[in-house]
């Protein structure tokens, strides 16, 4: 009862404690550079109209601490770019398009973007940030010869066309094309986003254009390249952070130069986001990722040498870190996790051999083998009953989410399956009641598997079982990655397993290509998917298929969120009816352990890189210790 | 002698060059390249790639050249001091092994110390009290090592090791002293993590050991020559230090050939498993991702101490012992 009456009125009490106007608090990590004037104060480091992002549900907090993570890679490192999320424009948490590092973009026509920069916003070593550095990006990049053979990045064009790039002033440019192109914000709001921008002041000095032969010759040598495109190129990886001294808009720049054991990143005075206090984020003053084997980050996690952990971490650790929650000082969250499918099957329609082709295209076939999958079996025995038992299509929590999608011939029910193998004519058995092919070979399917995880063997086993009830033999095979794509691309593999949608929460205006045979690396039809990529082989000439293109063109070209949800809807449906990828089971969480006292870590959010960037749209430079060291 | 070293050392060249064209072979044995794996492990995590920027790659690295090719640009480069590019690091590998060196070096050093200090005495007690029980036992402890796997005991080891001593697990130091310049606090961070890696190396190497060294020894201790010694009079320890010990050393110096190689590579998979930073876990990287000039030049640098160590450990041989001719060749 006390409680019931006693918040309303300390929200009040909090919400007049924070008048927009209060003095801004100094951020104790700076305060002796401020004070001997290396770094000027707050207000000057800020832009004129600093980002606000929501804090719906969330505290303000206090500066300090420092958030340790561990990786298994070097490389790992450029997934920071995602944690810090600094986007020209961004997914909030509600995965609508936000303004970021921009003020502003004014669309017209789907077709004309006006980006409206922040005045006084600064790089992280205090160099303004103008148009200069997009027009850098676009005439001395992208569409330079020497460091760009190939023309712009494909994000950037839209069929086929590159834009018309114009600088309006120093905080506004333009990029116009002559038809819409609903793939350049999302490109730029991507967890590796589309860097439109880049350091113009630092990056001149490796540029021929720029810098003096003598002297560029010089720097070549020294970085040990073979010409100064190498030079370049090595000299700016924004996205990979393997530069400590290359400028940066995210909250957190490394300071760290590889090779090492330890990265450390530090807090970028610049930073152009508030609290809702005014004060400068982020709150943590440095971020350390640790280098150890994949195996033994959960050993470490369970030891609280984290504060911030998901990567390497899987359902099957829960249990041994919820135990040492109590000595690590960490609590462990459970995320959902974003992808369509954990695990899912997929048919090989551009199968080599023709048999077995025809088998795969025949939906009767692919109809059959996921009905006789028995998923609450799997969720149960591998899960603990935490997953969902579904078919491989959007998630519940997605909008556009119907559970028709979910259930479409995904009942275990061995009757109906094989009632579906002997009206496709394979009624013959051997003697141990095994369904023979058209040319007497007993019904083996090898379903090759990338071998990474034992989970993924697990579940497969048990499918095994199940699919030997409608008289299917079913065969594992783990290979690596790497065989395991090139078996696929050539036909060799007439089954994999791999997870299913990449984008299992996705909202009407994002974009649908992984519907359609738009991509090699779509396991279902490798070879339909190389057409559209490269123009090479040939389209399919399966009507349902044909339609699948045909939506995602006009996906590009709808004029409204209604047409591109109805769009979308068509594609699901026929996803569902048409049972193009088999997925076993979704939804499995994601253990992540978070120590105990940073707080404004989302206890129930979904983890998932696009759209979500893992951390990203949750603001990690939002999050705060409650009372740091 | 002097001939003979010189024919040694020029032998080494062409045994170079053929250990260079197979090392090269086998790690371009597996299909697809670098950039494939790159493609697949960026797949795997849901990000993606243009086909177009990787046909860039491709030709930027050279990957698009013959085989041959490509082979001559990292030999070339190899006589030159230069040893290649790794794709993995983007830097060149140099820098990438650089400073793993000293502290495998300092790892493999103690374990071959460990290891030493172990099977030594347990071999000569063994061997001068053969059939009896403490022999048996003793040499138990030897097999219990080389029987347990090491990457079990690595796990079990590290477990117990944060558990009671509150160690930070896996790695050589505590997170913190990572990028510190050397200090004594290191240093004893350093020797705190030390000492799992040392005993779990250590004690699997220690089997062989001693089973050789007892067997030599038994071999020399039947021999006229102690029976002689031990009638005149010499004491027993003096009597087996100064001559059946010493002519039973002859596999530890013939050892020594791929002791050279085993400073630098240390135990691969304990090191994986303990996450240590060493060289071992780079190789194995390099491998897996087919980083192919960080994985042939670092095996490169294992053939040529292997050779090296060869010619080392005969040259002590002969020294050791006159009976060992340095021709070949069919005498009479």
Redesign the interface.
């Known amino acids: 009862m006390f409680r019931k009456f006693c918040t309303p009125l300390l929200l009040i009490a909090s919400c007049m404690a924070s008048p927009v106007f209060a003095q801004q608090q100094p951020i104790p990590y700076f305060a002796e550079q401020v004070s001997s004037g290396a770094l000027p104060p707050m207000a000057e480091r800020l832009p004129e109209s600093p980002a606000k992002p929501s804090f719906f549900d969330k505290e303000t907090g206090q500066y300090g601490g420092k958030i340790?993570m561990l990786m298994a890679?070097?490389?790992d490192i450029r997934l920071m770019v995602a944690f810090g999320y600094s986007r020209l424009v961004g997914y909030d948490d509600q995965l609508q398009l936000k303004a970021d590092i921009l003020r502003k973009v004014e669309i017209e026509e789907g077709r004309i973007f006006t980006l409206h920069l922040r005045p006084g916003m600064r790089w992280s070593d205090g160099t303004p940030f103008t148009s200069e550095d997009f027009r850098f990006y676009w005439e001395d990049i992208a569409t330079n010869e020497t460091l760009s053979?190939?023309g712009p990045?494909?994000d950037l064009l839209s069929q086929k066309e590159k834009p018309l790039f114009e600088v309006i002033d120093k905080y506004r440019v333009k990029y116009s094309w002559s038809t819409p192109n609903p793939y350049f914000l999302p490109a730029l709001a991507g967890?590796?986003p589309l860097f439109i921008y880049m350091p113009a002041h630092y990056m001149k000095q490796f540029h021929a254009d720029y810098q003096t032969p003598e002297k560029l010759t010089q720097l070549t040598e020294d970085a040990?390249k073979r010409n100064w495109?190498?030079l370049f190129v090595?000299k700016g990886?924004q996205y990979?952070l393997?530069n400590p001294d290359l400028p940066s808009l995210q909250p957190w720049v490394n300071t760290?130069r590889?090779?090492?054991?330890?990265f450390?990143f530090k807090r970028n005075p610049y930073f152009h986001r508030v609290d809702p206090n005014g004060q400068q984020l982020p709150y943590i003053d440095e971020v350390?990722i640790?280098?150890?084997?994949a195996?033994?980050i959960p050993?470490?996690a369970g030891?609280g040498?984290v504060d911030l952990q998901a990567r390497y971490l899987r359902l099957d650790n829960y249990t041994f870190l919820k135990e040492g929650e109590e000595n690590g000082n960490y609590q462990v969250n459970l995320w959902e996790t974003g992808?369509g499918a954990q695990i899912a099957l997929y048919p090989n329609m551009n199968a080599k051999d023709p048999q077995w082709r025809t088998l795969m295209q025949d939906v009767r076939f692919r109809r059959a083998l996921s009905m006789a999958v028995n998923r609450n079996e799997i969720n149960q025995v591998v899960y603990f009953g935490l997953a969902k038992d579904m078919a491989n299509t959007v998630l519940p929590s997605c909008p556009l989410f119907k559970t028709e999608y979910a259930t479409a011939w995904s009942d275990f029910n061995t009757d109906a399956a094989n009632r579906l193998l002997d009206e496709i004519g394979l009624t013959k058995r051997d003697s141990r009641g095994i369904r023979l092919l058209p040319d007497g070979n007993p019904m083996e399917i090898l379903v090759q598997t990338?071998g990474?995880s034992t989970e993924e063997t697990d579940v497969l086993s048990l499918v095994e079982d199940s699919w030997k009830r409608i008289g299917v033999q079913m065969y594992v095979k783990p290979t690596?990655?790497?065989?395991?794509?090139?078996r696929v691309f050539s036909g060799e593999a007439i089954m994999s397993a791999w997870y299913g949608l990449?984008n299992g929460v996705p909202v009407a205006s994002m974009s649908p290509a992984q519907m359609a045979p738009t991509?090699?690396?779509q396991y279902q039809w490798p070879q339909w998917g190389r057409y559209y990529?490269?123009g090479k082989g040939k389209p399919s000439k399966m009507p349902e298929v044909q339609e699948l293109v045909t939506l995602n063109n006009d996906w590009s070209m709808a004029s409204s969120v209604e047409e591109q949800a109805r769009i979308w809807n068509r594609m699901l449906e026929i996803h569902a009816d048409q049972v193009f990828s088999i997925g076993l089971v979704s939804g499995v969480l994601q253990p992540m352990v978070v120590n105990e006292n940073l707080m404004n870590v989302p206890e129930n959010a979904f983890y998932?890189?696009?759209p979500g960037a893992y951390f990203g749209i949750h603001n990690m430079a939002g999050f705060f210790y409650k009372d740091p060291e | 002698m002097l001939k003979y070293l010189l024919k040694r050392v020029l032998v080494m060249i062409p045994t170079l060059i053929v250990i260079s064209a197979l090392v090269f072979i086998i790690i371009q044995l597996p299909p697809g390249d670098y950039l494939e794996s790159h493609i697949a492990e960026l797949e795997s995590q849901g990000e993606s790639i243009d086909p177009q920027k990787i046909e860039f790659l491709r030709h930027e690295y050279g990957l698009d050249k013959p085989l041959w090719e490509q082979y001559l640009v990292w030999i070339s480069g190899f006589v030159q001091g230069d040893l290649g590019y790794s794709f993995e690091y983007n830097l060149p590998v140099a820098e990438v092994i650089g400073d793993k060196m000293w502290l495998t070096i300092i790892v493999s050093f103690f374990t071959i110390l460990v290891t030493w200090l172990i099977a030594f005495p347990i071999g000569m007690y063994s061997a001068t009290h053969p059939y009896s029980w403490s022999d048996y036992s003793l040499t138990l402890v030897g097999f219990l090592g080389l029987a347990t796997p090491n990457f079990l005991l690595a796990l079990v080891m590290l477990y117990l090791a944060n558990r009671y001593f509150g160690t930070s697990i896996g790695g050589l130091m505590d997170p913190e002293f990572m990028d510190q310049d050397w200090s004594w606090a290191k240093v004893k961070s350093v020797l705190e993590h030390l000492w799992i890696p040392v005993l779990v190396i250590g004690t699997s190497g220690t089997a062989g050991m001693i089973r050789r060294l007892r067997a030599n020894l038994m071999d020399e201790l039947r021999k006229p020559y102690v029976v002689t010694g031990r009638a005149k009079g010499l004491g027993e320890t003096r009597l087996l230090i100064k001559y059946p010990l010493r002519l039973s050393m002859n596999f530890f110096i013939a050892d020594i050939g791929s002791l050279l190689p085993s400073i630098i590579s240390g135990a691969e998979v304990v090191a994986v498993v303990l996450s240590l930073p060493t060289t071992g876990p780079i190789l194995l990287a390099a491998l897996q991702s087919q980083d192919m000039y960080l994985a042939g030049s670092f095996l490169m640098f294992l053939a040529a101490l292997t050779v090296v160590g060869v010619l080392i450990s005969d040259i002590l041989l002969a020294m050791l012992d006159p009976r060992i001719r340095l021709q070949g060749g069919v005498q009479r």
């Open positions: 340790r890679k070097a490389k053979p190939f990045s494909k967890p590796r040990h495109r190498g090595s990886r990979k393997t760290t590889p090779p090492a054991e330890r450390i350390e640790n280098l150890a084997s195996g033994l050993a470490k030891s040498e992808r990338a990474e690596q990655r790497e065989v395991l794509r090139n990449p991509r090699q690396d990529e490269t998932n890189w696009d």
